[in-house]
């Protein structure tokens, strides 16, 4: 449900001229690990799905910075809240890693002949 990260990811495989076929994204996590199950097709999830077990299924991470996008934290100029500077502080202290966004939850699904 991110066009951004799924238009990221299309040009990212057109770089790599590697051009898959598309299917529509399943409207939940569990439809797509059975169609995965199945051998029906691959896709790029978050990370936090490898905690999902799922018979047939095989979780491989991605090498760092392979397939990676950037996120902002936006908020209102105005914001009084007494968490918002304690967290932007740790936001900007923090070390980036790569978490495996997700494909299977944009857009589409990415599925393999």
Do not use: W
Request: glycine content about 8%; hydrophobic content about 40%; charged content about 20%.
């Amino acid at each position: 449900m991110n066009p951004g990260f799924y238009d990221y990811c299309q040009a990212f495989f057109e770089r790599i001229d590697f051009q898959p076929n598309v299917i529509p994204e399943p409207p939940d996590h569990h439809i797509m690990l059975g169609l995965i199950a199945e051998g029906r097709g691959i896709a790029l999830i978050p990370a936090s799905l490898r905690n999902v077990r799922r018979q047939g299924v095989v979780f491989r991470a991605l090498k760092d910075g392979a397939l990676s996008m950037g996120i902002a934290v936006a908020y209102s100029e105005r914001n009084q809240s007494p968490v918002l500077r304690p967290f932007l502080k740790l936001v900007r202290t923090s070390t980036p890693t790569s978490i495996g966004h997700g494909f299977c939850r944009q857009r589409n699904m990415r599925v393999a002949d």
